[in-house]
């Protein structure tokens, strides 16, 4: 019995730690009692010093001096404070109302919003929930399709797990012991192209099938000027105008930063395209101030409308990336600025109160503690679990997987995706890729990559029935039974789970084909990261060389010459060269 034990210590751990998963106890204690349980039968099989838990007290204490994760409470934070002042419910029935009048306008207004509330809440509960309650409604009024409806509000609202700033790109980045900027950088173009799919989906669509995304009927557009115009050449000679100013920024946008930050490097590619748009957001927020105060009627109400709305959290996305990206201040600042920003904002709107901030603290001390205490937990796992040479058995595992790189990420990303099916994405990132990283750092795979690549994999997670938690929170707000539509009196049947399952396949497709494309094409991660300054250890050695104080001085003469009697042995000499010790030291 002992021999089997100790044979099979690590696939026994694992299945103890499926059990405890299995009876239904909370995850960072499962973990943990696994850990423990384990480690001490190993002390008393003689596979562990007695001494195996002393240094945990240091690992735990050192989790919490993590400055990387309290970056987490202050994207929360902002989160839920812009959640809970109806951002979501203006920006929905604003973007709604500039493309109601076309054929998937709705549809379009939700995926674009998702993508707001995810750079901006950057929790897929809070988008999925606020549009569920919101945009259902209208789209049932006007006949959508509702396997289309309820497809598109799920996926728009996962988009919070791909987008900067996503707590999962935190977690991933930590657990990965990779920059969250490099993360955010590295995710940024994914995000945007999912975007993209997901726009081109619904104009695919309307072309082959308009009728199940029906244009807004013309009484449903309330921001119509006096004379029966809409507003949208208005707004679209406001856009023209701040797309030149933000091209014209782009232009100069190097010299002016590089002289700023006292930067020799060029700048990076997604760094001017942030801070251009912050510079067009800013002069249409200047324009419709002013037209607004001095009464100069030149913009619409739509255009008003869609300035005021759209823009302040533009600005404050544009800024705490711009801010992050350029090397001003690292994540935990930008999530401290975001959140100031969001204070800010909520007053402006007159929607801050005491009770709000109340609970929007509580919210996210009952997160932050969450994620604390499953660290710790996945901790003490983690450390019995390498103990054992655990981490060795997981190489062992894949090393012989055909394919190289490529065998690895299919079977990674088939584990992932079928994981996500079952658990949530914070155990998924602190039981699984810690055991999965060392096994993708020596094949080679560039850990970033590698990151964004599961970040978009837990993205499809959320819509994989049978368990999608993204299905979850619409169906908590979808109705349950028929009712009638307060505006048409129309009588609307009942959303089914059937209907919100069968929405979700077509963006599960969309998504595993983004997932294939960001693994197929690389260069679409790595090209926008911080470049790493490559050494060239002649040139250091030379350089080190030739420095003052470093020359050779030639032997005083009342000293023995190198072969006399009391000459120093070479070997010493060498030791003593400051400047191949401190290369040595530079490679290491």
Same mark, same amino acid.
């Given at each position: 019995?002992?021999?089997?034990?100790t044979?099979?210590?690590?696939?026994?751990?694992?299945?103890?730690?499926?059990?405890?998963?299995?009876?239904?106890?909370?995850?960072?204690?499962?973990?943990?009692?696994?850990g423990?349980?384990f480690?001490?039968l190993?002390?008393?099989?003689?596979?562990?010093?007695?001494?195996?838990?002393?240094?945990?007290?240091?690992?735990?204490?050192?989790?919490?001096q993590?400055?990387?994760?309290?970056?987490?409470?202050? =994207? %929360?934070?902002?989160?839920?404070?812009?959640?809970?002042?109806?951002?979501?419910e203006?920006?929905?029935?604003?973007? !709604?109302?500039?493309?109601?009048?076309?054929?998937? !306008?709705?549809?379009v207004?939700?995926?674009?919003?998702?993508?707001l509330?995810?750079a901006?809440?950057?929790?897929v509960?809070a988008?999925?929930i606020?549009?569920?309650?919101?945009?259902?409604?209208?789209?049932?009024?006007?006949g959508?399709?509702?396997?289309?409806?309820?497809?598109?509000?799920?996926?728009?609202?996962?988009?919070?797990?791909?987008?900067p700033p996503?707590?999962?790109?935190?977690?991933?980045?930590d657990?990965?012991?990779?920059s969250?900027? $490099?993360?955010?950088?590295?995710?940024?173009i994914?995000?945007?192209?999912l975007?993209?799919?997901?726009l081109?989906?619904?104009?695919?669509?309307?072309?082959?099938?308009?009728?199940?995304?029906?244009?807004?009927?013309?009484?449903a557009r309330?921001?119509n000027?006096?004379?029966?115009?809409?507003?949208?050449?208005?707004l679209?000679?406001?856009?023209?105008?701040?797309?030149?100013?933000?091209?014209?920024w782009?232009?100069?946008?190097?010299?002016?930063i590089?002289?700023w930050?006292?930067?020799d490097?060029?700048?990076?590619?997604?760094?001017?395209?942030?801070?251009?748009?912050?510079? !067009?957001?800013?002069?249409?927020?200047?324009?419709?101030?002013?037209?607004?105060?001095?009464?100069?009627?030149?913009?619409?109400?739509?255009?008003?409308?869609?300035?005021?709305v759209?823009?302040?959290?533009l600005?404050?996305?544009?800024?705490?990336?711009?801010?992050i990206?350029?090397?001003?201040?690292?994540?935990t600042?930008?999530?401290?600025?975001?959140a100031?920003?969001?204070?800010i904002?909520?007053?402006?709107r007159?929607?801050?109160?005491?009770?709000?901030?109340?609970?929007?603290?509580?919210?996210? %001390?009952?997160?932050?503690?969450?994620?604390?205490?499953?660290?710790?937990?996945s901790? #003490?796992?983690s450390?019995?679990?390498n103990?054992?040479?655990?981490?060795?058995?997981?190489?062992?595992?894949f090393?012989?997987?055909?394919?190289?790189?490529?065998?690895?990420?299919? &079977?990674?990303?088939?584990?992932?995706?079928?994981?996500?099916?079952?658990?949530?994405?914070?155990?998924?990132?602190?039981?699984?890729?810690?055991l999965l990283?060392?096994?993708a750092?020596?094949?080679?795979?560039?850990?970033?990559w =590698?990151?964004?690549i599961l970040?978009m994999?837990?993205?499809?997670?959320?819509? %994989?029935?049978?368990?999608?938690?993204?299905?979850?929170?619409?169906?908590?707000v979808?109705?349950?039974?028929?009712?009638? $539509?307060?505006?048409? !009196?129309?009588r609307?049947?009942a959303?089914?789970?059937?209907?919100?399952?069968?929405?979700?396949?077509?963006?599960?497709?969309?998504?595993?084909?983004? #997932?294939?494309?960001?693994?197929?094409y690389p260069?679409?991660?790595?090209?926008?990261?911080?470049k790493?300054?490559?050494?060239?250890?002649?040139? &250091?050695?030379?350089?080190?060389?030739?420095?003052p104080?470093?020359?050779e001085?030639?032997?005083a003469?009342?000293?023995?010459?190198?072969?006399?009697?009391?000459?120093?042995?070479?070997?010493?000499?060498?030791?003593?060269?400051?400047?191949k010790a401190?290369?040595e030291?530079?490679?290491?």
């Amino acid at each position: 019995m002992v021999e089997f034990l100790t044979a099979q210590f690590v696939p026994l751990m694992f299945a103890g730690l499926l059990m405890f998963l299995l009876s239904g106890f909370p995850v960072a204690f499962a973990l943990a009692a696994t850990g423990l349980t384990f480690g001490f039968l190993g002390m008393e099989l003689g596979l562990f010093q007695p001494t195996l838990f002393q240094v945990m007290p240091q690992r735990v204490f050192a989790i919490m001096q993590n400055d990387t994760l309290l970056a987490i409470p202050f =994207f %929360t934070l902002m989160g839920i404070i812009l959640e809970r002042s109806r951002m979501a419910e203006d920006l929905l029935s604003t973007v !709604g109302q500039v493309f109601g009048p076309v054929r998937g !306008g709705l549809a379009v207004a939700v995926i674009l919003v998702g993508a707001l509330l995810a750079a901006t809440t950057g929790v897929v509960a809070a988008a999925v929930i606020s549009m569920g309650l919101i945009s259902l409604p209208i789209m049932l009024r006007y006949g959508y399709n509702r396997t289309i409806a309820t497809g598109t509000i799920t996926a728009s609202g996962t988009l919070a797990q791909a987008i900067p700033p996503s707590l999962v790109l935190i977690v991933l980045a930590d657990q990965l012991g990779r920059s969250v900027g $490099d993360m955010y950088a590295g995710a940024l173009i994914p995000g945007l192209m999912l975007v993209g799919v997901y726009l081109l989906f619904i104009a695919a669509v309307a072309i082959v099938k308009p009728a199940w995304v029906p244009a807004l009927p013309a009484e449903a557009r309330i921001y119509n000027e006096p004379n029966g115009d809409s507003g949208h050449r208005s707004l679209l000679v406001l856009l023209v105008i701040c797309a030149a100013a933000s091209f014209a920024w782009a232009e100069v946008h190097e010299s002016i930063i590089n002289a700023w930050i006292g930067r020799d490097m060029p700048a990076p590619g997604d760094e001017v395209v942030i801070m251009s748009i912050t510079v !067009g957001s800013f002069l249409a927020l200047a324009l419709a101030l002013l037209n607004r105060l001095f009464r100069l009627g030149l913009l619409s109400r739509l255009a008003e409308q869609v300035t005021f709305v759209l823009i302040p959290p533009l600005v404050l996305i544009f800024l705490v990336l711009g801010t992050i990206f350029l090397g001003v201040a690292t994540p935990t600042e930008g999530g401290a600025m975001g959140a100031l920003g969001a204070l800010i904002m909520a007053g402006a709107r007159r929607s801050l109160s005491f009770a709000l901030l109340k609970q929007a603290m509580e919210n996210t %001390t009952k997160l932050a503690i969450f994620v604390m205490f499953i660290l710790i937990g996945s901790t #003490v796992f983690s450390f019995t679990f390498n103990a054992a040479d655990g981490h060795v058995w997981v190489e062992h595992l894949f090393d012989k997987l055909p394919g190289g790189q490529l065998g690895f990420l299919l &079977v990674v990303n088939f584990l992932v995706f079928i994981l996500g099916m079952f658990i949530d994405f914070f155990e998924i990132a602190f039981i699984v890729v810690p055991l999965l990283a060392p096994v993708a750092d020596k094949l080679g795979i560039d850990l970033v990559w =590698f990151g964004v690549i599961l970040a978009m994999n837990l993205q499809t997670s959320f819509l %994989t029935p049978p368990f999608g938690f993204a299905l979850f929170y619409l169906r908590s707000v979808a109705a349950r039974s028929d009712y009638t $539509d307060a505006v048409t !009196g129309q009588r609307i049947p009942a959303v089914t789970t059937s209907q919100i399952y069968k929405g979700s396949i077509a963006f599960i497709i969309l998504q595993l084909i983004m #997932v294939a494309v960001v693994v197929a094409y690389p260069g679409l991660v790595t090209d926008h990261m911080t470049k790493a300054t490559v050494v060239d250890d002649a040139a &250091v050695t030379d350089m080190l060389n030739n420095m003052p104080g470093l020359e050779e001085e030639a032997p005083a003469a009342d000293e023995p010459a190198e072969g006399e009697e009391g000459a120093a042995p070479a070997e010493e000499e060498k030791e003593e060269d400051p400047a191949k010790a401190l290369l040595e030291s530079m490679k290491k």
